[in-house]
């Protein structure tokens, strides 16, 4: 069925105010959902609605959770999601975090006890757009051995950055840890599709090729094959949004593949940087421009963030399909 933009997120909203979200969380999750899906990342669009009411259902995220300010000092603080799901908290950390920059030209906002946060750098867009630079991370339940391990320990731990540009679109870097998002291992496992050698371990600490075998091990981290820095990238995203803020770590979160489980109490972090600080911001969008101009000197560059906003307007413009049996799995 194809729908507009708007009438996928007052759909969604629906889905998980019927599982217990209250009015605010269910607008809000249900718009970064839906603008995942414009941009084309399914694996942190449509179909996490299911999982989401499940786990509102179930317990596992209080939808009547309000995030609040909880610690402050100068450009750092720290925002309590209270085990809600993670977008309102995700929401008011930027909003803050923003605030503050302005002030002391940088700040760092931590969100602990919290959710799934969905695709990192959408989190960033108002960051852009007010003319800042932002940094963002997350932990998520563990899926990831350490350098040299077998069991998951780390979660995938994705990073992300905006920089804002003149007159065009922000450049956006969102990337996971793991060799790929896990995201599209629970794709190919929907659809019973193999996976590629490379993805993943089984339980056992076995590479494997079956998508249901590697929800049940762990993901390889980036450049697995070659060398620990992806391991060692994870721990550091690890450390930044836990012992910092005081969230869970990976391996004390159940998955969010399962229905069953605690409260992930995982965490997310926001830095702020007001340009005008440092170089100042005229010089600052110079420079930008500068080195996009040399990157687009050769054929095939394409800029980070490019594909995404092409099929986010053409979304705006034309609507989404959304399969009968998706829609039906939102009750």
């Known amino acids: 069925m194809r729908l507009t933009v708007s009438e996928v997120e007052a759909r969604v909203a629906a889905a998980l105010q019927a599982a217990g979200a209250a009015a605010a969380m269910a607008t809000s999750t249900a718009r970064a959902l839906v603008l995942a899906e414009a941009q084309g990342l399914g694996s942190h669009g449509l179909s996490r609605v299911a999982q989401y009411a499940t786990h509102l259902r179930n317990g596992r995220a209080d939808g009547q959770a309000v995030p609040r300010v909880v610690n402050r000092r100068g450009g750092a603080l720290r925002v309590d999601a209270g085990e809600g799901l993670a977008f309102p908290a995700c929401a008011l950390a930027v909003e803050e975090a923003i605030a503050a920059a302005r ?20 989190h960033l867009r108002a960051v852009a757009a007010a003319g800042m630079v932002g940094l963002g991370f997350a932990n ?32 956006m870097i969102d990337l996971s840890l793991s060799e790929v998002a896990r995201g599209k291992v629970m794709v190919a496992a929907k659809k019973g599709e193999p996976i590629p050698l490379g993805w993943a371990l089984d339980a056992q600490g076995d ?13 390889l981290p ?18 930044l949004v836990t012992a910092l803020i005081g969230a869970h770590f990976g391996f004390e979160a159940s998955s969010f593949f399962v229905d069953e489980g ?3 109490r995982i965490g997310q972090a926001f830095v702020v940087i007001d340009p005008g600080a440092l170089a100042g911001a005229d010089a600052f969008l110079d420079r930008v421009e500068v080195l996009v101009a040399e990157m687009l000197s050769d054929d095939g560059v394409r800029l980070p963030g490019a ?12 609507g989404l399909d959304v399969p009968d049996a998706l829609l039906a799995s939102w009750g």
């Open 140 to 171: 998520s339940p563990a899926a990831m051995p350490a350098a040299g391990g077998r069991h998951a320990i780390f979660g995938t731990n994705p990073v992300a950055a905006i920089f804002p540009r003149r007159d065009a679109d922000p450049l």
């Open 207 to 219: 590479p494997t090729t079956d998508a249901q075998a590697a929800l049940a091990g762990s993901m």
């Open 103 to 122: 002030t002391h030209g940088v700040a760092f906002a931590g969100v602990t006890a919290s959710h799934h946060a969905g695709v990192i750098v959408d």
């Open 222 to 239: 980036l450049g697995a094959g070659s060398s620990p820095k992806g391991a060692m990238l994870a721990l550091t995203v690890e450390l």
């Open 262 to 264: 605690n409260r992930p």
């Open 307 to 318: 594909r995404r906003e092409a099929l986010r307007r053409r979304a705006l413009a034309e």
